[in-house]
């Protein structure tokens, strides 16, 4: 048996886009190349990868195993050629809302400072979005404020994070100022919170909304928005401390907690269990606990 690269990547590519079609023009390659290439890795291991219902290329049990034992050999070998060609590593880092826009980003700028062969490009989206380009090996690394609910998927915890209550400095809902609030207050005010799916909000699903009988709520998918909105005395929000230090000091918002309740969280690092780990990517996990702040 000698299965050849480029048919492990003909194969990663039709797996990926569901068609040759498609797959050829990715690949450069004449849609007859990457048949006969398909059809002679299933030669070779004596199975069906693809089912065939049209034009389009369904993916058997087969080809799920397959994949991510592919992926693993087409990077490895691209770290091969990255290393003794001296070419700039490229890393991709999916992180979502809070972390990639207010955590990951000076973090990123040290590490290439200090690393400059070593690129880092990074995707922001929703935790479940996250998780879901994990999945199917479209990041290198991830980092979510949720939980992981997929096995494919390894989760490890990188630091503590501790969200707040918020409002407009001189809002109408609490005329009277105070560090802390009763969690009953809660059901009388309007609440602005990110999107269902979003890590944020599944910590304050579980934290403040399951202890409540009644609420309304606003919801925005953008931390900005939600800053926006409460500024503007739509109502209460709930955030990461991290995401609201500049609107504190400019005194258009005030942060306040709820009286016998700890708004804590914590952070993951996460990746898919079958993702060969390269020393470009090494270097990023440890720098990025190192550089961690000291839990809470």
Same mark, same amino acid.
């Given at each position: 048996?000698?299965?050849?690269?480029?048919?492990?990547?003909?194969?990663?590519?039709v797996y990926r886009t569901g068609s040759a079609t498609l797959?050829?023009?990715?690949?450069?390659?004449?849609?007859?190349?990457?048949?006969?290439?398909?059809?002679?890795?299933?030669?070779?291991?004596?199975?069906?990868?693809?089912?065939?219902?049209?034009?389009?290329?369904?993916?058997?049990?087969?080809?799920?195993?397959?994949?991510?034992?592919?992926?693993?050999?087409?990077? =490895?070998?691209?770290?091969? %050629?990255?290393?003794?060609?001296?070419?700039?590593?490229?890393?991709? +880092? *999916?992180?979502? /809302? &809070?972390?990639?826009?207010?955590?990951?980003?000076?973090?990123?700028?040290?590490?290439?400072?200090?690393?400059?062969?070593?690129?880092?490009?990074?995707?922001?989206?929703?935790?479940?979005?996250?998780?879901?380009?994990?999945?199917?090996?479209?990041?290198?690394?991830?980092?979510?404020?949720?939980?992981?609910?997929?096995?494919?998927?390894?989760?490890?915890?990188?630091?503590?994070?501790?969200?707040?209550?918020?409002?407009?400095?001189?809002?109408?809902?609490?005329?009277?100022?105070?560090?802390?609030?009763?969690?009953?207050?809660?059901?009388?005010?309007?609440?602005?919170?990110?999107?269902?799916?979003?890590?944020?909000?599944?910590?304050?699903?579980?934290?403040?909304?399951?202890?409540?009988?009644?609420?309304?709520?606003? =919801?925005?998918?953008?931390? %900005?928005?939600?800053?926006?909105?409460?500024?503007?005395?739509?109502? +209460? *929000?709930?955030? /990461? &401390?991290?995401?609201?230090?500049?609107?504190?000091?400019?005194?258009?918002?005030?942060?306040?907690?709820?009286?016998?309740?700890?708004?804590?969280?914590?952070?993951?690092?996460i990746r898919h269990r079958n993702k060969h780990i390269s020393p470009a990517l090494q270097k990023f996990?440890?720098?990025?606990?190192?550089?961690?702040?000291?839990?809470?």
């Amino acid at each position: 048996m000698k299965i050849t690269l480029k048919q492990l990547s003909v194969f990663t590519t039709v797996y990926r886009t569901g068609s040759a079609t498609l797959a050829a023009e990715q690949l450069a390659l004449s849609q007859s190349a990457v048949s006969s290439a398909l059809q002679e890795l299933e030669r070779l291991l004596d199975t069906q990868l693809f089912e065939r219902n049209g034009k389009k290329l369904i993916a058997t049990e087969a080809a799920h195993k397959l994949y991510p034992q592919a992926i693993s050999v087409l990077s =490895q070998v691209a770290d091969i %050629e990255n290393e003794f060609r001296e070419n700039k590593t490229c890393l991709y +880092i *999916g992180a979502s /809302s &809070t972390i990639g826009n207010y955590l990951l980003p000076p973090l990123i700028s040290d590490f290439m400072r200090a690393y400059p062969n070593i690129e880092i490009i990074l995707h922001v989206y929703n935790t479940k979005e996250i998780c879901l380009g994990l999945k199917n090996f479209d990041y290198d690394l991830g980092f979510i404020e949720g939980m992981n609910k997929f096995d494919e998927l390894i989760a490890h915890h990188w630091r503590q994070d501790e969200l707040t209550l918020f409002s407009a400095a001189q809002s109408r809902f609490l005329p009277n100022c105070s560090d802390e609030i009763e969690l009953s207050d809660l059901a009388r005010i309007p609440l602005v919170l990110r999107e269902k799916g979003s890590g944020t909000r599944e910590t304050i699903e579980q934290l403040i909304l399951s202890r409540l009988n009644d609420y309304r709520v606003l =919801q925005l998918s953008h931390s %900005e928005a939600i800053k926006q909105a409460v500024s503007y005395d739509f109502g +209460i *929000g709930c955030l /990461s &401390t991290s995401v609201l230090e500049d609107p504190v000091k400019l005194g258009k918002i005030r942060c306040f907690g709820i009286k016998g309740l700890k708004l804590q969280r914590s952070l993951w690092l996460i990746r898919h269990r079958n993702k060969h780990i390269s020393p470009a990517l090494q270097k990023f996990i440890d720098f990025c606990y190192r550089t961690s702040a000291p839990e809470q």
